[in-house]
């Protein structure tokens, strides 16, 4: 199932589009697509750290409980060897995301507002996200791994409680964004975490304490060069929030 025309116009534009439909076959498409294939479809986005979260290291060490044990609040996040943030790449994807989903009808619930604060804590954040009843939330991060490897990873719950019963659908959801990345934005798969990048973690509050599907992405390993020149431009950034988009679409509309 194709995604919105929006979506598919913003992925145009940032030339990130790998697969173009036939004219014919991508006007069938659309003529087949809701104006609004997400209308009625609450949708949560959590940007992962904030960008002042390293001017308060008590606030970072508070501890919270993450559904299996004591951990701190957050932390301040990583960033690429030219000083960019991994909290402030996080919150762009996040916003262009969020702009791709209200043009496709969703209701759009954030953790955060912006990219000049502190927190919230770690289950604050996923308690804002099943508050809102969502229907699915993507966690936005970047990695800091071995200078050597490159690619995203798509990090997965393990059940543990109140996320029981989405385990699977999470799965599912991991897929489709998995496919979306590989067909939409320029980066590849993990070759330095996981397997075939996925990892399924049972230590994160936000997979841990969430009532919804929903996956952690790490888009990239910013300790890497290539990896690095390429998340801090707002062409990729916007491919990987039209891959992110495309996948939730799949996910809410094609089972």
Not at 21 to 34: E, V
Not at 48 to 59: E, I
Not at 146 to 164: Q, T
Request: glycine share 10%.
């Amino acid at each position: 199932m194709e995604t919105g025309r929006r979506v598919l116009t913003r992925l145009a534009i940032a030339g990130l589009v790998l697969v173009l439909l036939p004219a014919a076959d991508a006007a069938a498409a659309s003529a087949r697509q809701s104006a609004a294939p997400l209308a009625g479809r609450i949708v949560g986005i959590d940007p992962g750290h904030n960008g002042l979260n390293y001017t308060s290291p008590a606030f970072l060490s508070r501890k919270i409980w993450n559904g299996r044990e004591w951990e701190g609040c957050d932390t301040t996040g990583t960033r690429t060897a030219s000083g960019y943030t991994e909290a402030r790449f996080a919150w762009n994807v996040a916003a262009y995301l969020r702009a791709d989903l209200v043009a496709l009808g969703a209701r759009v619930v954030m953790t955060r507002s912006g990219n000049h604060g502190l927190g919230p804590c770690v289950d604050k954040r996923a308690r804002i996200l099943d508050r809102a009843h969502a229907n699915v939330s993507v966690d936005i991060h970047a990695d800091y791994g071995p200078a050597s490897g490159r690619g995203f990873s798509i990090l997965e719950p393990v059940a543990d409680g109140p996320n029981n019963q989405v385990i699977k659908p999470s799965a599912r959801f991991g897929l489709d964004i998995h496919a979306a990345m590989l067909r939409y934005a320029r980066l590849r798969v993990s070759d330095y975490y996981g397997r075939n990048g996925y990892v399924s973690r049972d230590d994160l509050a936000g997979l841990n304490l969430t009532t919804m599907p929903k996956v952690l992405i790490e888009c990239g390993n910013m300790h890497n060069a290539a990896d690095a020149a390429l998340l801090v431009r707002p062409g990729v950034q916007r491919g990987i929030a039209a891959a992110l988009a495309a996948a939730i679409v799949r996910f809410l509309t094609a089972r």
